[in-house]
Each structure stands twice: as C-alpha cells, then as structure tokens.
C-alpha cells in the first residue's frame, strides 16, 4: 500500500464544472497512487451520513497542485469576532490555507485545514514515491 493524503472537513471555494459555481458542502479530498478522489459531505453542524465521490482525476489529468496561505495571520479580535460570526451563519469555514487543483480545462480551490507547508511536505513525498514517471505538474 503506498502513501496517501486525505483531507478531510475541507471547503470547496469553486472552480470545478463537476462540482459547481458555489458548494456550502464540505468535501474531502484523497490523493493517493491513482490520483485525486473529491468527496462531498452533507452539509450541517450534526450530520452523520457518509461523504459521497463526486470526481476522480488520475494524476496525468492532474496540471497544477500547489498549496497557498492566504491570509498571514489572526485578524484583530473585533473584525475577527464579526468574520466568525458571518462564517457560521453562512456555513463557511473561512481556512487560512488552501488548495489550488487544476487540470487544462479548469482550476478549482479548496480550504484545507493543513498548514501549507505540510501540505508541500507531504504532496512531494507521495509524488516521490508513486511507481511510474512522474506526473506533469506544476507546484509550488
């Protein structure tokens, strides 16, 4: 079994023409040697029912992969305290890293709940350790 990177409790930000224009679901996401499986979560705070695929992308598919922070550090604590307020009235997660999956037709973006750095870690150790040539990427 090879090395795999799931992210779970992500926010889809859009994108995607499988997924759609705006998604206030959570998704998943599940690299492994094959590629990229997304996956959407019901949305709510107490929903139990299990994430369902939506997209598979094998890696040669796969055009960009690169993980950003967006946002340096916390906001001061009355806008932060407003933002967090507008985020759980509109379901948003509002993740201060994300990533950007892209094949040659479209990019989407996803707020991920893994530091940009570890993320860079573990995408380059994954890639390293697929068997075949190596996939077309472009990363950051």
């Known amino acids: ?38 996956a959407i979560a019901p949305q709510g705070l107490f929903t139990l029912a299990a994430s369902r ?3 598979t992308l094998s890696w040669p598919e ?10 340096p550090g916390p906001p001061p604590l009355i806008s932060g305290l407003v ?7 509109t379901m948003r997660l509002d993740l201060p890293d994300q990533l950007t999956i892209g094949t040659r037709a479209w990019t989407m ?9 570890e993320l860079k ?14 996939p077309a990427i472009r990363a950051n």
């Open 109 to 117: 973006t996803v707020g991920v709940r893994v530091a940009a750095a």
């Open 1 to 38: 079994m090879g090395v795999g990177i799931d992210l779970l409790g992500c926010e889809y930000l859009g994108g995607c023409p499988t997924i759609g224009t705006r998604v206030l679901n959570k998704v998943e996401l599940h690299f492994d040697d094959d590629g990229l499986t997304v």
């Open 121 to 134: 870690s573990a995408r380059q150790e994954l890639l390293a350790s697929r068997d075949g040539p190596a």
């Open 53 to 55: 695929p939506v997209l």
């Open 62 to 71: 796969i055009t960009v992969l690169s993980a950003t922070t967006s946002r």
């Open 83 to 89: 933002r967090s307020v507008l985020n759980v009235c």
